[in-house]
């Protein structure tokens, strides 16, 4: 009868026991709960992992895409633009003082180069619709741009081509300066690679495929500022349609 009786004891012992302090039952001395929790971990492990591979991946696939061939042709060309852009900007700043102007000469500047800019790039139809289709179009729109705008600057070695870039340039340092200043030196800078860009592709029809992404790419990024700061950018465009009656000397470009 012992020998029964203890026996019939250790089999309910070993169906379940709840544990006075968590109220878990037990059997055979393992947790329920601890088992849950180990497979949950387990699951929340493999979709962390799959997280980090998806996101290397997407960013393996965006280099891929976005980063335009180093030292290629188009590439060295489209850098020698952005130099050529770059030192202009600088002399002319230094020149004509532009670091240290009072607010009226700039906003009389941001208005007569807007002018220039505008003058040079002879626009075909209304320059909102020009500029986004040539700019974050799709891909046949801005191939169809450029090819109106090669045939429209060719002469002189694409001299106008230079003439609006190097215009541009002055133009894009100019209205930076109406948006926050830890963001102007970003906001310069993608306008001078894109329109550095755009000089290459339109010159070289076969630097599109190699640059168009990335084209793409910065003139998202300018466009991403004039959004985030649409009041400066509102203040900007309104103050570039007023120009002065007495225009300041007229810089070399």
């Not at 991403?224 to 070399?252: G, H, N, T, V, W």
Request: charged content about 20%; hydrophobic content about 40%.
């Amino acid at each position: 009868a012992d020998f029964f009786s203890q026996a019939g004891r250790l089999s309910k012992m070993n169906e379940g026991v709840t544990d006075p302090l968590t109220g878990q039952s037990t059997s055979g001395g393992v947790s329920l709960n601890s088992q849950s929790s180990g497979w949950f971990k387990a699951f929340l492990c493999s979709c962390c992992c799959n997280v980090l591979l998806f996101i290397a991946v997407s960013y393996l696939a965006w280099y891929a895409i976005f980063r335009a061939p180093a030292d290629t042709i188009c590439v060295l060309d489209y850098r020698a633009n952005l130099a050529l852009v770059q030192d202009n900007v600088t002399a002319v700043v230094q020149k004509y003082s532009l670091a240290n102007a009072p607010q009226d000469q700039i906003d009389c500047y941001l208005a007569l180069y807007k002018k220039i800019t505008f003058d040079l790039a002879n626009y075909s139809e209304d320059p909102v619709s020009y500029q986004w289709k040539m700019q974050l179009g799709s891909d046949s729109e801005m191939a169809e741009k450029f090819a109106e705008r090669r045939q429209l600057m060719a002469a002189n070695n694409f001299q106008q081509l230079y003439d609006l870039l190097m215009a541009d340039g002055v133009w894009a340092y100019l209205y930076s300066q109406y948006f926050p200043a830890e963001d102007r030196e970003k906001l310069k800078l993608a306008d001078m690679h894109e329109t550095s860009m755009m000089v290459t592709m339109v010159k070289m029809p076969e630097c599109i495929d190699d640059l168009v992404h990335t084209y793409r790419l910065e003139n998202y990024e300018k466009y991403y500022f004039y959004l985030r700061y649409a009041s400066d950018a509102a203040k900007m465009q309104e103050i570039s349609e007023k120009l002065c009656e007495d225009l300041p000397a007229l810089p070399s470009h």
